[in-house]
């Protein structure tokens, strides 16, 4: 386990994952100044869409805070450099851990073990990197023609298009929450009270007209549901 990482912490590795990393800082930076340049022609002022900036950089804090647990238990087996390439352009702790997972024991070890040599490790590091292929390759070839059945369907009904795109992500979201709702008490709770707290605030904040609470509502949340979550560990 020590030579795995060794070379995983090498040099050469943290050189090969900061390109790929700033590769990714550097589209992120692309997509902002295009989204800033094109904001005036929907309508949006200078105001909102600064607000519209922060609110995404807030809603990715609670995520993100989420996975650490997970970041720091793949870089005590696949070292920092790789762990951080693989979050850094996937995104999923839970994808990337699980596929960790079959990697190793498709080479028939398990992760961390005393058996995880170098060659279960670059099993692993194809397995993810393999693993993550087919939704680059899936969204360089369909996102044209998905763009042209979203102008075909909003030419028809334009509010259907709202709907299937409001349908979708409830049903992403439900389907990351199920997972972790069936796997105790705590969790349930943990979901059901990370909901309610997220209407209860972006329904007052609505109603008194208060901006700054609608960005925060996400993290506000997330704390209350970890808080909960925790005291239900205690009874």
């Known amino acids: 386990m020590e030579e795995v990482l060794r070379f995983a912490n090498s040099a050469p590795v943290w050189i090969f994952a900061s390109i790929v990393v700033a ?47 997970v970041i720091i238990s793949l870089i005590a087996v696949l070292g920092g450099p790789f762990t951080l390439m693989r979050i850094g352009i996937i995104g999923s702790a839970a994808t990337e851990l699980t596929a960790a997972g079959i990697g190793a024991n498709a080479y028939g070890v398990e992760l961390n073990s005393p058996d995880f040599g170098l060659a279960a490790f670059t099993t692993v590091v194809w397995t993810m990197c393999l693993g993550g292929t087919g939704w680059l390759i899936f969204t360089a070839l369909a996102t044209k023609s998905l763009g042209k059945v979203e102008k075909k369907i909003v030419s028809k009904n334009a509010k259907m298009m709202t709907i299937v ?35 209860l605030i972006l329904t007052f904040a609505k109603k008194r007209e208060i901006r700054w609470l609608q960005e925060w509502a996400l993290g506000i949340s997330l704390v209350i549901a970890l808080t909960i979550s925790y005291l239900t560990t205690l009874i």
């Open 165 to 199: 795109s409001t349908a979708a992500m409830l049903g992403a979201f439900a389907y990351l929450a199920s997972q972790q709702m069936v796997k105790g008490y705590s969790e349930t709770v943990a979901a059901i009270a990370a909901g309610v707290s997220m209407m």
């Open 23 to 69: 590769i990714v800082i550097f589209q992120a930076l692309i997509f902002i100044r295009i989204a800033s340049r094109t904001a005036p022609n929907i309508g949006m002022t200078k105001e909102e869409t600064k607000r519209a900036l922060r609110t995404g950089f807030i809603s990715s804090l609670g995520p993100s805070f989420g996975i650490a647990v």
